[in-house]
């Protein structure tokens, strides 16, 4: 990845696209920024307000890649399907999962931009890692986090959330991002507040498995 040198902290979101901008690109001529963190930990409205200050630019979920059989086995299909035409300029092409139909649907189109937002639990794999200009981290625990995805999707989904949970512990247990973080993004009462990330500052992926809650500098 590019690094550039850590942002101050208490940074703006707009503070933080008019940052994004000035990366280098990381995938062809798209600068890739990854936005993970625990399910729940409100990844996708921060994409959303970030793709705003940006000037509208594209985001790609993640939930559009994986399905029901594959929680997180899905990096085949999103280096294929999408990081390989962008590194080459070409406009990417994937067809995303319907979670209520459980089947993939008609293919979209993601054409280079200057910025393109990476949003969901995985954005920060080690396989994406070396695509991305930056990687972001919504810094909430985990079991605050998926406390409110539960309550955001109601009972009906209690028992994709069960499995979810063990899937989601496997997966950050063998392949964390925090570590890997450039920036820490926290909610705040009155929106968010962005800290420099621990990338560079730990040790093996093992040993930082279980700290995955909010630090002392953010």
Known sequence: ?????????GITIHDLALR???????CGPVRLIGIDGHAGSGKSTFAGQLADALGGAPVLRLDDIASHEELFDWTDRLLGQVIEPLAQGRTARYAPYDWRARRFGPD???PP?????VEGVG??????RPHLAHLLWMELPHEEAWTRGRNR??????????????????HFADDPSRPFADLLVRQ???GYKVCPG???TVGPDREITHGDGPSAMC
């Open 20 to 26: 994004l901008r000035r990366l280098p690109p990381s």
């Open 108 to 110: 979209r189109l993601l």
């Open 188 to 190: 705040c009462e009155k």
């Open 153 to 170: 999707d109601g009972e009906e989904q209690r028992e994709f959330w069960a499995g979810w949970v063990q899937a989601e512990r496997r």
């Open 113 to 117: 931009a200057p910025v393109i937002l």
């Open 123 to 128: 954005a920060g794999r080690r396989a994406l």
């Open 198 to 200: 621990p990338v560079g």
């Open 1 to 9: 990845m590019n690094r550039p040198p850590s942002a101050p902290p």
